[in-house]
């Protein structure tokens, strides 16, 4: 009986290898340092025997899911490229690993995978329709309708921060102007506090940071918390752009739930009140507060217990 799944997330400076069982309980777990320079085949390498380390070669093990940032062929289980992974490109990730572990591998875009572990672990274990949208040094997402993972023509499905939600807006890292992640990532708050700095708005935040690379939405939030002008506007700015892409989502996908993690997130309410805020004004055509907005519940191991999930789905395995 395939009592178990290894969830694997590997991310640009750490691997999280886990045994996990249907529940989304890990019992074992491995962590190891990653240098994201280093050639694939290193990384793989050091990956397969992390896998091999918490395997054990235990015959409950259906298999291996594994979740990478990226855009990928999950069919061939190749990576076409990943932007924390500069050298990696069409690498053959599950064709290597399955021939090394001699397990099935699967493996999906790292958000996606999280999404998978909110949904079936987390905060949206009771619907069947959700949007998660991890906010971070990017913006990523995914979408679940009818407890189905939405994957896409060209697997970008979830690709929330590459939404335009104002023309001529800030440039984003996709080249396009204007994108969510340009104007509600961690860097886009940062730099926007660093402008509330060099043009005099905020002497509270100047003063609290000694050079700009302290500047960080933590900061910016906290002092919005003791009423700073402008880092509230930075912040309300941030979460009205969200708000926006979530109100478009809310209207073209009907989910009952959003649910927003990443570092980002967890700056709490203004940006929460901020997102609602957002909603609020922009969706009209039904209630707008049919619509819940929850903080992810599971952290960082979404995408490990996530991956998992992915694995137990693809075995055919009962996730209760
Ligand atoms: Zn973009």
Redo the contacts with the bound molecule.
Sequence with gaps: MSAYAIGVDLGGSHLAVGLVDPLGKTLELKEVKIDNLAPPEITLEITAKTIQEVWKNRSEVCGVGMGLPGNHDHVRGICHFSPNFPSWHEVEVTPYLSRVLKLPVYMLNDVRVATLGEFHFGAGKKVKNLVMMAIGTGIGGGIIINGQLLIGAQEAAGEI??MTIITNGPL?????RG?L??LASGPAISSRGAEAILRGQSAKLRDKIKSLDELNAKVIADLAALGDDACKRILEEAGEAIGIGIASLAVTLNPELFIVGGGVAQTGKPLFAAIQAGLNKHVHIFPSSSVSIVPASLGVRAGLVGAAAYAFIQCGVAIP
């Excluded at 984003?172 to 396009?176: A, K, L, P």
Aim: charged share 10%; proline share 0%.
């Design positions: 921060g590459h984003c890292n996709c080249g396009n994108c992640e340009a």
